[in-house]
């Protein structure tokens, strides 16, 4: 939520989690902690911010399945180690060779995906991801801590002005001229929306968010996604869908 009392309430949580894990482990979590902490994991950020630019280039040097495998990981990788390999990533991308087609740029918007069997697919039949709207993607990392003193209050105040999931859009309303933004950005040519199934804030979302697209050039595909998913039928409707963005070219 946005709202001013949703942010007092969410930093009174945090000092009560805070107070709790001091309790829990026996050593006090103190604001210089706390500080390097938040520093620490700014970095992850910023550098996962890094690697994503480079998939506004034509012909990106990362690829969508490269760039959630970079997210996912920094989800359960000590941040540190984390840090260090982003680097070397970063390193080693301005001399990267690209030996595949680009084709058709895409935008994937959900909850969470981890299935990197599908963007595999996706990406294997004429199609690049460029950039995302989810919470295993952008939404996990792209805004910092903004460290001014209360080190709570800067965790809390991130988590409400991260970019919003539909159930947190509150009172603001920033979601879709976050994702429409990306989409530019990114250079985004169409987006496929990979609803999880039974996630109902998604779904509620999803005719509103997919005729803000279409009324501003981006067309959309729909697609639901369960515990396991079936790649072959996908694989179809996803090559279908491109071959109507190319159709659309030629005309």
Known sequence: MQSAHAKAAHHAEIAR?????????????????????????????????????????DDPKVTGLEAIYASLTAQFIDKAEHN???????????????????????????????????????????????????????RYFWNEARLNGDPVKAIADRYCDRPACPTKDYPEHTRFGHVLGLAKEY??????????????????DYPDL????????????FLEFDITNPIGPFRIRIEAFLETLREDDLF
């Open 84 to 138: 260090t390999e982003l680097k070397k990533v970063l390193a080693a991308l301005p001399d990267r060779r690209v030996e595949r087609e680009q084709g058709v740029r895409l935008m994937t918007i959900g909850s969470e995906n981890d299935d990197c069997g599908f963007m595999a697919m996706v990406e294997s039949v004429g199609a690049t991801i460029v950039i995302d709207d989810q919470c295993s993607g952008t």
């Open 17 to 57: 989690f805070r107070e709790f894990l001091g309790q829990l482990t026996g050593q006090p979590l103190t604001d210089e902690k706390l500080a390097a902490s938040i520093a620490l994991v700014n970095e992850n950020r910023r550098l996962l911010r890094q690697i994503y630019e480079y998939r506004k280039q």
């Open 187 to 204: 250079k985004a040519q169409a987006a496929v929306f990979l609803q999880q199934k039974f996630c109902d804030p998604h779904e509620g």
């Open 210 to 221: 997919k005729r803000h697209l279409e009324e501003n050039g981006i067309p959309t595909l």
